[in-house]
């Protein structure tokens, strides 16, 4: 049991999915289903073994770095592989219902292309693979995108794709300096021969921007709203929950491994971008009539929390932004998941004509409720445990403001959701056609808000695990 | 200075008159294009200090990712034509719209 | 206002043409200083790489890297290919642009000419690739060059072709690098760790695999949509 390399079928087991669902269309729900279950089985594997041993460090061809690529295994990626699993088999049942019978044809190996990226994102311990898995996270998620049709999110896609491979090539620019001035692209083997000169810190500035504009940080934040919210609600839920978050572990990765942060400036200076995003998502937010692009717009805010963390840069606050991480996930996903039932449900998604949604959609409305809780930050939810954990980090740390910002924040959150509740239980002025919505949907978006509260009861488990290993593991001894 | 920053420097400056491409023209297929100037850019600067091995063999690793970069550079380049494709189809005109709201 | 759209505004384009070429110019000139500032001479890892060429099963060192030392980078780009090919089918099938005329006497004859001839080239340049540069990418893109030719020419393939037999070859190439690094695994060792006397087979094998199905994808991706499929219901 010890010896199963889970970490690689983690990996390949997508793979392997999508080449069976590319070769077998017609049955690609049911091996899509299959190869979900599958991974979920893998990452609790993997899991039980990075608990019993340790951080697992594995050398890809026996050769070890720097010369051949490492995949490592701790507790943070661990616990991105994790939420992946949950909200991946989520998304997977949900997708079972929500597309016609014969047109998820193209969906299923998209979308397993995707996981795969970001599970072997989330093991990589080598730099130039995490530029390979990135531009695979990328062009899957582009071309999930665009599968709607339909100008909106063609464009949304066509947007999308240009920013992604401008951070991209950013990225590898910063990775090419790197490399030619310390002859390693491997984490640790950078991290043991890192000193500061002019290369690095324009390798910082490069591969931080491009990663900035992956994961949409205020003012490089513009491409998210039309992807997000013109994509199929599948989609929308992977982008929100899961793929941007991907470029933000690997810029959690890069500063707090590799890169000298003997002054504070650039960290203070994501610290205000994340303010505003968190002020100026929400404000948009308030203001928007369509449903999925209110949650879009939510997901920007959001983001912003995350970037708190980093002028603040204690563990707290380290464990702070991952909690917000993955209660976001799971929270944002159910969410987009109740939105996409609405939209089923009436077609149409507009906040003012919600008619009625909460005495015929109960279970949607639940769970579009229950992630707001977890949105909101209010107990016993796991987004209430993130905003305590930086809350208290804000004033160990004498920075204050920070918790202003928080409360700001809670309060904006507080008022879109509530809005979208109230409208929940109006009704229209013209009924419209509604549709039965499929039991799968409704009960894959539930299980996720109850997970996202569940992540607050449960505490901590998660907590715990961010310990072993690096990057947390190593804070203790800086 | 070797010969071998020379061409380390053309590519920092095809990276930037791509960025500058990139940002300026409306047309799609320009943007493409810009992309594509950028990772020939920095795919040179691997190459190019990759020659610093002092009268050996260059270093075959950076080699190695310039040609993943540029499989991954194809790939790229063919999602985004099929793409503008879709769009110039849906929307009449290869262009992005401007955001309503920002 | 996004950068971008700031920009398409024709009253107010020039003076933020200026500052971005300033903004821009000094980023090149900051980038420029910092490729001067690195050494003069570096080794980087070919040190490390001639060490260890012997055990690698080819003696291209290029070769080595791509398909042993970081296989696993290899692995991923295969992936990164076929979803590329999958994203363009996702969208549609063959824009209409086709001309229906006959292709002229030199597009005609020189396409009959010349695709055996890339071919021959395509199958060398993979043989090669084992102890001079070549390889499966460039056998590949050879290839493609053969069957972009081909549907200049106006050759499109057979509808009984483009259903199974084409997703078949399309998955070749990856399918074989998962598989081999699979067997591997079942095998004792760890992911793509070729047995030492192996290693030069394996790698041959990957990279039929491989160009095949990079020849077949470059290909299909220049015909830009789905392919019609003959049904036989």
């Known amino acids: 049991m010890q010896d199963i390399p889970w970490g690689v079928l983690v990996i390949l087991l997508p793979v392997v999915g999508t080449l069976a669902c590319f070769l077998c269309p017609r049955r690609s729900v049911p091996l899509g289903l299959a190869a979900a279950l599958g991974v979920v089985v893998c990452v609790a594997g993997l899991g039980w073994q990075v608990v019993e ?95 709607a049709g339909g100008a909106d ?23 090419a300096l790197l490399y030619h001035s310390f002859g390693s692209v491997d984490i640790a083997i950078l991290a043991h021969r890192m000193e500061a000169s002019p290369a690095v810190w324009t390798a910082m500035g490069l591969m931080s921007a491009g990663l900035l504009l992956k994961t949409a940080l205020f003012p490089l934040h513009f491409w998210l709203p039309p992807a997000h919210a013109s994509a199929p609600t599948p989609v929308s839920a992977l982008l929100s929950a899961l793929v941007v978050k991907a470029s933000f572990y690997m810029l ?23 303010a505003v995003a968190v002020l100026w998502g929400g404000l948009l937010a308030l203001r928007q009539t369509r449903l999925k692009m209110l949650i879009a717009y939510s997901t920007v805010a959001q983001l912003g929390y995350l970037f708190l963390a980093f002028p ?55 769970a579009f409720g229950l ?81 996202a509260v569940l992540l607050g009861l449960f505490a901590p488990w998660p907590l715990a695990l961010m310990e072993i290993g690096l990057p947390f593991g190593v804070e203790a001894a800086r | 200075m070797s010969h071998v920053f020379l061409y380390a420097l053309v590519g920092v400056g095809l990276f930037t008159l791509g ?55 194809i790939s790229a380049t063919a999602l985004a034509l099929a793409l503008m494709l879709r769009v110039q189809t849906e929307t009449g005109q290869a262009r992005l719209p401007e955001e309503r709201i920002e | 206002m996004t950068p971008m759209s700031m920009i398409e505004n024709s009253r107010q384009q020039t003076p933020f043409r200026l500052l971005l070429i300033v903004l821009l110019s000094a980023l090149a000139t900051g980038l420029g200083y910092v ?96 102890y001079a540069p070549g390889g499966a990418f460039q056998a590949g893109a050879v290839l493609a060059a053969a069957g972009v030719l081909l549907l200049l020419a106006g050759w499109l393939p057979g509808a009984r072709f483009s ?51 990079i020849g077949i994808t470059l290909a299909a991706l220049f015909l830009g949509g789905r392919p019609e499929v003959e049904s036989r219901r």
Not at chain 1, 334 to 352: E, Q
Not at chain 1, 422 to 436: D, I, L, M, P, S
Not at chain 2, 20 to 28: G, S
Not at chain 3, 92 to 100: A, C, E, F, L, N
């Open chain 1, 53 to 147: 041993q340790g951080a697992q460090r594995y050398a890809i061809g026996g050769w070890g770095a720097p010369l051949g690529i490492d995949l490592y295994a701790d507790g943070l990626s661990l616990l991105m592989l994790a939420v992946t699993a949950v909200v991946g088999l989520g998304i997977s049942v949900y997708s079972t219902s929500y597309f016609e019978p014969g047109r998820s044809a193209f969906f299923w190996p998209l979308w397993m292309f995707l996981w795969a990226a970001l599970n072997a994102l989330f093991l990589s311990a080598d730099i130039f693979n995490l530029y390979v898995t990135l531009e695979l996270l990328g062009l899957a998620a582009v071309a999930l995108v665009a599968l």
């Open chain 1, 153 to 175: 999110a063609l464009t949304g896609a066509m947007r999308y794709l240009l920013v992604s491979l401008l951070g991209s090539l950013s990225y590898l620019l910063g990775v």
């Open chain 1, 252 to 274: 959690l990765r890069l500063w707090l491994e590799i890169f000298p942060l003997s002054n504070s400036a650039p960290g203070q200076l994501l610290g205000l971008l994340g």
């Open chain 1, 312 to 366: 603040m840069a204690t563990s707290i606050a380290w464990k702070g932004a991952l909690y917000l991480l993955l209660s976001h996930a799971l929270a944002k996903a159910a969410m987009f998941m109740a939105a996409g039932s609405i939209l089923y449900f009436g077609g149409h998604d507009r906040i003012a004509d919600l008619d009625r949604v909460a005495q015929r959609l109960p279970l949607t409305l639940a």
């Open chain 1, 371 to 451: 992630a707001g809780v977890s949105s909101m930050g209010l107990p016993p939810s796991g987004g209430f445990i993130a905003k305590w954990l930086l809350l208290e980090a804000a004033i160990r740390t004498g920075q204050w403001w920070w918790a202003i910002i928080l409360i700001l924040g809670g309060l904006l959150t507080a008022a879109y959701i509530l809005k979208v509740v109230g409208y929940a239980f109006t009704q229209a002025e013209v009924t419209h056609e509604a549709r039965a919505v499929p039991v799968p949907m409704e009960w894959a978006a539930l299980a996720l808000a109850l997970a």
């Open chain 2, 19 to 73: 960025l500058y491409a990139l940002i300026v023209h409306p047309h799609l297929l320009r943007k493409i294009l810009a992309i594509n100037v950028m990772g020939s850019g920095v795919f040179l600067v691997l190459v190019a200090l990759a020659a610093r091995t002092g009268g050996a063999v260059p270093d075959p690793v950076p080699h190695a990712m310039v040609i993943t970069g540029i499989v991954v550079a």
């Open chain 3, 35 to 130: 490729v001067l500032s690195l050494p003069l001479e570096d080794p980087g890892l070919s040190e490390q790489v001639t060490a260890k060429l012997v055990h690698s099963g080819v003696s291209n060192p290029v070769t080595a890297v791509l398909l042993n030392f970081r296989g696993y980078d290899t692995l991923l780009e295969t992936g990164v290919l076929l979803l590329a090919l999958v994203g363009v089918w996702s969208l549609g099938g063959i824009p209409q642009q086709r001309s229906s005329t006959r292709p002229g006497p030199v597009l005609d004859t020189l396409s009959r000419q010349l695709v055996p001839l890339l071919i021959l080239v395509a199958g060398y340049l993979l043989w090669v690739g084992a």
């Open chain 3, 163 to 213: 259903g199974l037999p084409l997703r078949i070859a399309l998955v070749t190439g990856l399918g074989i690098f998962v598989a081999v690094g699979m067997v591997l695994i079942l095998l004792g060792r760890r992911l793509l760790e070729y047995p030492p006397s192996f290693a030069g087979s394996l790698i041959l094998l990957i990279e039929a695999a491989a160009s095949l199905s």
